[in-house]
């Protein structure tokens, strides 16, 4: 074997398991964003119920947003925990413009310092879709934290959504939120609270349910990413190995009728003694 033809092998080898791991990250990434589509459903009732409830109990209540008044603005962003899902990031990064920079999502948290913006809050996004209730919990507490240290006066919610092949980039106000138009009450509600502080749960509630929802399209949409860019990373693998291939098989058939023609040369040399 001559040493190109070595070479040949050893970078089809390669290559080989090159696809190999680039098909297991693209079969991670479809379970998981299949996770996230079950999911869904589940996410979308709690959030309309307890959407549903706030509406019906704010006009037993003075019309007025329910927030915390003056204070400091936050802008809340969920992106990618690890890489390899193309430029994912690159849409939810902008200048927080004065407002209080949160992050989720550690891949995230490092683009915006890459850009001059450091986070004054960052933790990692969930990686399975049983984690995103456990990333939103965690969000809400610390903005209920940061809300009994000092008052915020809004709090916004920067996500990215999937749309079929692509992905948009949503922007939410979380806080404060103002309740539907007023309607007379003719059939009020059994309350077992006064109705302040049943709204005021209510909201607390609504918070937790808009951040499940934001944080889940995020993973959904960073799994579909990664999906297509793990895809189109193994296309250029197999587009390679057929390109290799197909230049062993030449070096092989040219080895073959060197080979050949070192045979004949040979018999007709012995011939002509």
Known sequence: MSGRAHDLQVRIATLGDLGGV???????????????????????????????ALDTAWPLVPPAPVGWGG??????????????????????VVDPSGAELWVCGQRLAGTFREHGHEPAWAIPMATRAEGVLEVARRAADHLYDAAAEQPLAEVTLRFRRSRG????????????????????????????????????????????????????????????????????????????????????AQLRQEEVTTELLDVVNGAEAARAR
């Open 71 to 92: 204070g400091r603005r936050v802008l809340l962003v969920f992106g990618a925990e690890h890489g390899f899902c193309g430029g994912f990031d690159r849409g939810l």
């Open 165 to 248: 092949a692509t992905s948009d980039v949503v922007e939410d106000r979380l806080l404060p939120r103002s309740g539907p138009v007023a309607n007379p009450v003719t059939d009020p509600p059994v309350l077992h609270l006064r109705p302040a502080q049943l709204v005021r749960r209510l909201v607390d509630e609504v918070v937790l349910a808009e951040l499940t929802w934001a944080a889940m399209s995020s993973f959904a949409a960073e799994s579909e990413a990664r999906m297509r860019t793990v895809q189109s990373a193994l296309d250029h693998v197999k587009d390679k190995l057929d390109e290799l291939r197909h230049q062993e």
């Open 22 to 52: 680039f098909g297991a990250l693209r079969a991670l990434s479809a379970s998981r964003l299949q996770q996230a589509r079950a999911s869904f459903d589940a996410v979308e009732v709690y959030r309309r119920t307890v959407q549903h």
